[in-house]
């Protein structure tokens, strides 16, 4: 910290808090446009600053630690004498900074009385790749021939029979599904709209399209029970309902893969039951009557009530299909220097985590985070020094490793109908830079060097689906090498998060692990830019026990946190090996004053999640063990645990709570309990949903960065916490997705609808698209951010000049957009746009 030189004898004013870029000492730092900030605190009233220097070095990226004060003499930047009070936000004035360089500086304070106050603390940063990632960095991804999924049925003739009781709602038996719950497969709908009912056949890939599918009446049945007969011949289905013939359609995809069910969100349920289908030699290919709790939906949960399955929203397969998370792997060798510092840059389409000699190279979660795929790629930064330096490893056995999930590339949407918005490939690329103590450098790519398996133990991931994990598929690294058998407890990751899962012996190379494909991803990658991640990742900032299990159903344990939250659960359990865990996480329990209670008084009430299925699936070995999803987060109060003998301690169950690691400003606490509870409320609601981007809620089937709801509790999250670089991301999203004529979009990223084509989602709806003006007032006039300001200052006045072109004599008459989204009754769209389009120009 800074001591006042010549403040007065008895009493110190201390110059404290520097950052860079709103942070402290950040690294992989790629904007030119650096700011500086500091604190100027004193035990004396009235102190204030009325003047400040400035001072940039070149530093040593590793050695910095060994001594605070700068020994370089390399000055970058000398800002001299200023006169003002500015202390937040100021520019860096200086030469042009170097890639991959580290920075030193430093700040004297002048107070109202002229006294000279010398910053002993020293801030630091470091640039990042400042461009393009070096030739040596190449996508690496699967490859189409090797993404080994497990055959699914590949008949093409084929008879369908299932009984469904509906009433005034729409559901639908689906079959076809090749590739999981995403991409084409046909849906039989059945539409009771009371006097009249619907049968439509539709594929799945088509329904957020203007498609107009083929369908038939027919006749209501009285009891809402319908009786299914399909027969499929190739590409020709033959439909009769209750014995009656309702036509031939025709199918998009001839084979009978994976089965099941498919409705929309509603609160309405339908039953399904008696499944049989077979083929034309009349072998049974699925059958199910539901009588017994093993269906063909296993591993998967579904309700079974009155030997029937109930069906809520959301699809549900026969689980016959995996999409394992690969694991990319290589080893390199050092050369015989003494390190002085190792820098590893990472982006992926999808996400990741990483190791580095089986050491998770960070804490964060889900890495790079939530991206506009279309608009640019973030990559981390990760100081990977200590990692290669010291450890028991000898220098040609070094290995660096990656687990790939799908993430919000091609999976952060929720809705089955929408699907791989931003592509289809998960792929990475990253580039490890290895500086010796002589100056030199090693640069080891993403290359054709990289092996790849999918034989790594979590089979499924899906931010809104859950993790499947297979515990019996975990591989270790120990001493430069792998194996399955050993111990356990002596080779798991400290933090809990899963193992290090390495390239393999030569021998193995034929089986589980193959080349990684090179440079297989759309080109439009190529030519994005790349940007240093500048906001704060995502990471567990809390830890929760539960304060109470019950069982209301033997062998169904529920855990209370008394706390929603988002995040996941850290379980320790007794297990044999094969049995299936089913971590299942819901917001409230059924009971029998809830309206559409969807399972047994006293177990988790998951009709809330809408299509999302929210549930994790650990499959054990024997002996003690630890799971803890890492690709995933879901939004709950309660955990629900089916699968163990016996109910785990209150002591073995943590609530790891996610959210992006931003400084809260502080606490809040009065006499009146409803007003403290409130305080808690708002500040757990951030928590929840500020998981890089703004979300609307952390549990369903959305959890989208909707504008409306980002800007009107930007004020209070400003208020709670440091969220500039948070909302400033935000805002970079926004206004990159803005039109040629002024509108923004009403989320960000922009998910779904229109991905890399059309206008990127930009309705140029009032409140939703008043965000950014919205937002960018809000981290001035709370952080004295006016480089903000400056940044957008021009998409702003666009969005304004837009919302003159589209009102009549200053008054907004669309009626397309949302107006007074929460209003009991409707409030007139164009008085509420003329008043939002007033605030902005104000603003």
Request: include cysteine; hydrophobic fraction near 35%.
């Amino acid at each position: 910290m800074g001591i006042c030189t010549a403040c007065g004898a008895s009493k110190q004013t201390e110059i404290t808090n520097l950052k860079t870029n709103y942070i402290r000492n950040p690294i992989g730092v790629d904007d030119e446009s650096i700011l500086f900030s500091w604190q100027m605190n004193s035990e004396e009233q009235g102190k204030s600053q009325s003047a400040y220097r400035i001072a940039v070095y070149e530093c040593d990226q590793g050695n910095r630690e060994q001594d605070d004060a700068i020994a370089s003499e390399i000055c970058v930047w000398d800002s001299g004498k200023v006169e003002g009070s500015l202390s937040v936000a100021v520019p860096y004035e200086g030469e042009q900074l170097k890639p991959q360089t580290g920075y030193e500086w430093s700040v004297d304070v002048w107070d109202e009385e002229g006294s000279r106050c010398v910053s002993a603390e020293t801030g630091y940063f470091e640039t990042g790749l400042m461009g393009e990632f070096p030739e040596e960095a190449h996508w690496i991804s699967v490859g189409d021939s090797d993404r080994n999924i497990s055959t699914v049925q590949e008949k093409t003739t084929y008879f369908i029979q299932y009984t469904m009781e509906i009433r005034d709602t729409s559901a639908c038996f689906v079959f076809g599904a090749e590739s999981g719950r995403y991409g084409s497969m046909t849906l039989c709908e059945l539409q009771n709209q009371g006097e009249d009912t619907l049968f439509t056949v539709k594929d799945m890939s088509e329904l957020n399209s203007n498609v107009e599918f083929p369908s038939a009446s027919l006749e209501t049945a009285e009891d809402g029970i319908y009786q299914v007969d399909l027969q499929v011949l190739d590409h020709q289905m033959k439909v009769a309902v209750n014995g009656c013939e309702v036509g031939i359609f025709t199918i998009h995809s001839a084979s009978l893969g994976a089965i099941g069910y498919y409705k929309s969100r509603g609160t309405q349920y339908v039953w399904l039951d008696d499944i049989v289908v077979t083929d034309e030699e009349g072998n049974v290919c699925y059958e199910e009557k539901f009588e017994q709790e093993d269906t063909i939906f296993a591993p998967y949960h579904i309700v079974i009530e009155d030997g029937r399955c109930k069906v809520g929203s959301g699809l549900m397969l026969s689980g016959a299909m995996e999409d394992p998370a690969p694991v990319f792997s290589r080893k390199f060798k050092l050369e015989n220097k003494e390190i002085n510092h190792a820098r590893l840059y990472l982006t992926a389409l999808g996400n990741f985590e990483v190791f580095m000699d089986g050491q998770a190279v960070s804490e964060d979660f889900l890495d790079p985070g939530k991206l506009a795929y279309n608009q640019y790629l973030s990559y981390v930064t990760y100081d990977v020094t200590d990692k290669l330096v010291g450890t028991e490893f000898s220098d040609d056995s070094h290995v660096w490793t990656m687990t790939l999930f799908h993430g919000w590339y091609d999976r952060g949407v929720g809705y089955p109908e929408i699907y791989s918005p931003w592509g289809d490939t998960n792929a990475l690329r990253g580039v490890l830079v290895i500086t010796y103590s002589d100056g030199t450098k090693q640069v080891i790519g993403t290359d054709e060097e990289f092996m790849v398996t999918l034989d790594g133990p979590i089979r499924e991931n899906d931010v809104y689906q859950g993790e499947f994990y297979d515990a019996s598929r975990e591989l270790y690294q120990t001493n430069g090498s792998w194996t399955d058998t050993a111990e356990r407890e002596d080779l798991i990751d400290t933090a809990g998060r899963g193992s290090a899962i390495v390239q393999p012996e030569e021998d193995e190379k034929e089986t589980a692990w193959s080349q990684a494909a090179v440079d297989q991803v759309d080109s439009r990658y190529y030519d994005l830019p790349y940007v240093g991640k500048y906001n704060e990742p995502i990471t567990c900032i809390q830890e929760l026990r539960p304060i109470s299990v019950s069982e209301p159903v033997s062998g169904t344990y529920v855990y209370d946190f008394g706390q929603n939250f988002a995040g996941v659960c850290r379980i320790t359990m007794n297990a044999k090996a094969g049995d299936l865990v089913t971590l299942r996480y819901g917001e409230a329990l059924n009971s029998d004053t809830l309206r559409n209670k969807d399972d047994v008084v006293g177990t988790i009430w998951t009709e809330n999640l809408l299509t999302a299925d929210a549930t994790d699936y650990y499959l054990a070995i024997d002996g003690e063990q630890t799971y803890q999803p890492v690709s995933v987060y879901h939004g709950f109060r309660y955990l629900q645990i089916t699968g163990l003998e016996e109910a785990p301690s209150l002591d073995q169950v943590t609530g790891i709570v996610l959210s992006s690691d931003l400084d809260l400003s502080g606490e809040f606490e009065c006499s009146d309990e409803a007003v403290n509870q409130y305080w808690s409320n708002t500040v757990w609601s951030q928590k929840s949903n500020f998981l890089d981007n703004p979300t609307d809620c952390a549990q369903r089937d959305e959890c989208h960065g909707w504008a409306g709801d980002a800007q009107i509790f930007s004020g209070m999250a400003c208020y709670n916490s440091n969220s500039d670089l948070f909302y400033r991301k935000y805002l970079k999203e926004l206004c990159s997705l803005q039109s040629d004529d002024g509108a923004f979009p009403d989320m960000a990223p922009r998910n779904f609808g229109t991905g890399w084509d059309g206008r990127g989602g930009a309705g140029g709806n009032n409140c939703w698209g008043d965000a950014a003006v919205v937002i960018a007032w809000n981290l001035y006039t709370q952080y004295g951010d006016v480089a903000v300001l400056q940044e957008y200052y021009d998409a702003l006045c666009k969005w304004i000049d837009y919302l003159e072109a589209h009102s009549e004599n200053g008054l907004r008459t669309e009626e397309n957009g949302y107006g007074d989204h929460f209003s009991v009754e409707s409030t007139p769209k164009g008085l509420t746009d003329t008043a939002w389009s007033a605030h902005s120009a104000d603003l």
